[in-house]
């Protein structure tokens, strides 16, 4: 589900059962605003908001044609044929030895022996050893939806780091969700004997014909859907029953295209299941590690006040955006958590460092304000305090004193940041808090602070 960058807002209230399915799972309410204050109500696709890619549409107050129903219907079977044959398909792979093991790359799928003459024309690895298997995101071609699909991956210091710090933690389970190599390496160390479980969830349906039911679900992080229902719920709800007397961990790397909002509502699903399996009245929450762009830090800490940025990099191996060699400052991903900051020891190696008076590891660029009393730099850059804000700022940035805040040097006093309310324009508050939702409203324009711009009257 794409980040919401336009006039439609997300529903969250709305019971899931009562919504209509499209290919993906049960659709997602929202709601479109128009300038004059109407607003309309629709279901679409949880997790592709392009529509090429999923074209489901339906007004909310729409009355649907039994023929529609019918082939919406015929959708959900065919995915779920579609399944039984990828469980089929790995069961055969298994039986075959590595000198035989075909797999097309341009189809993203393990062939059988009377199938290789249909790939003839198409990219293609052959022999496929047990080790390869065990790393099937290395031989995946990345769908390149990055709203939608978690197609970024972990470099080797990343899944090292995220590792490492299980293990100190004491962790014993891993939900694996849209994080891939994680679950590798930890089925990896599995077989030297690590006593480390994982389960994948991830909507990729190719990890289909790799992994067994017990160790991977097809699942639709956007509205918390397990595909194969029956199946993959049972295998979920047992994973999480099954760590009674274990510490388990969420570990998620969601495609940074995605809603805040519906990922955080998904993570307090899975940590609800989690609490109902155990039948406890214990205040506990499940351990998270999030990774996401540091950018999105205010939106996380609004659904989630209880979870924290840390500075870590996070590094990836198909992305010049998101690698610290290729980036001048560093990678943009942090990991937010709800885990103490000063349970996780950063890299001393890289330059991270303990402070002792935020209690928590910061990055060699982050030096310690006393006047802020934090850590304060997000970027990688070295903020600076600027006394007449009272806080610190981004070093590209000088206080201005007709705008009365720091801005860029270039920049043009008085002029309207894109950001706060979309219905009236006001920037003390965002669309969904406007007090004006619903009604015809001419747009305002506000400074910085809050307040309205006023016209200025020229006299005749």
Not at 131 to 146: E, V
């Amino acid at each position: 589900m794409a980040a919401n960058i336009s006039d439609v807002d997300v529903l969250l209230e709305e019971n899931i059962i009562d919504r209509p399915f499209c290919a993906h799972g049960p659709t997602s309410l929202f709601v479109k605003y128009t300038v004059d204050g109407d607003s309309q109500q629709f279901y679409a696709c949880s997790a592709f908001r392009d529509r090429k890619e999923c074209n489901f549409f339906q007004r909310k107050d729409e009355k649907v044609s039994e023929s529609k129903r019918t082939a919406r219907e015929t959708i959900k079977t065919e995915a779920d044929q579609a399944y039984k044959k990828l469980k089929k398909r790995c069961h055969k792979l298994r039986k075959l030895k590595a000198i035989a093991r075909v797999f097309c790359v341009t189809c993203g799928q393990f062939l059988l022996p009377k199938e290789k003459d249909d790939h003839s024309q198409h990219e293609t690895q052959s022999s496929v050893d047990d080790d390869t298997i065990s790393s099937p995101s290395r031989l995946f071609r990345p769908l390149d939806n990055n709203k939608t699909y978690a197609q970024y991956l972990f470099s080797e210091s990343t899944i090292q780091f995220t590792m490492n710090v299980l293990k100190k933690l004491k962790i014993s389970k891993v939900l694996c969700v849209g994080a891939p190599r994680i679950h590798e390496a930890i089925q990896s160390d599995r077989i030297k004997h690590s006593k480390l479980e994982s389960l994948l969830l991830d909507l990729d349906y190719r990890y289909q014909q790799i992994y067994p039911p017990e160790k991977f679900c097809r699942y639709n992080m956007f509205n918390h859907y397990f595909f194969n229902d029956s199946t993959s719920e049972t295998v979920f709800s047992n994973f999480l029953t099954e760590s009674d007397d274990k510490n388990i961990a969420i570990v998620t790397d969601p495609p940074f295209g995605g809603l805040v909002e519906v990922l955080a509502s998904t993570f307090k699903k899975i940590t609800e299941a989690w609490k109902k399996q155990r039948d406890t009245i214990e205040d506990k929450e499940l351990p998270v590690l999030w990774f996401f762009p540091y950018f999105m830090e205010k939106r996380i800490v609004d659904c989630l006040p209880q979870y924290s940025m840390l500075d870590y990099k996070v590094d990836y191996d198909n992305h010049a955006l998101f690698r610290g060699d290729v980036k001048k400052h560093g990678s943009p991903v942090r990991i937010f958590t709800n885990i103490p900051p000063s349970q996780i020891e950063l890299p001393s190696s890289e330059g991270y460092w303990y402070c002792s008076e935020c209690k928590r590891y910061s990055g060699p660029e982050n030096v310690h304000c006393q006047m802020c009393d934090s850590c304060t730099s997000k970027d990688g850059r070295t903020y600076r305090h600027c006394f007449k804000c009272e806080r610190c700022v981004k070093p590209s940035k000088v206080h201005c004193d007709k705008c009365g805040i720091c801005q860029l040097k270039d920049h043009k006093c008085g002029q309207i940041i894109g950001k706060g309310c979309h219905i009236c324009g006001n920037l003390s508050h965002k669309r969904k808090d406007c007090p004006n939702k619903g009604k015809p409203i001419k747009r305002k324009k506000f400074k910085q602070d809050g307040r309205p711009i006023k016209k200025k009257k020229f006299s005749e």
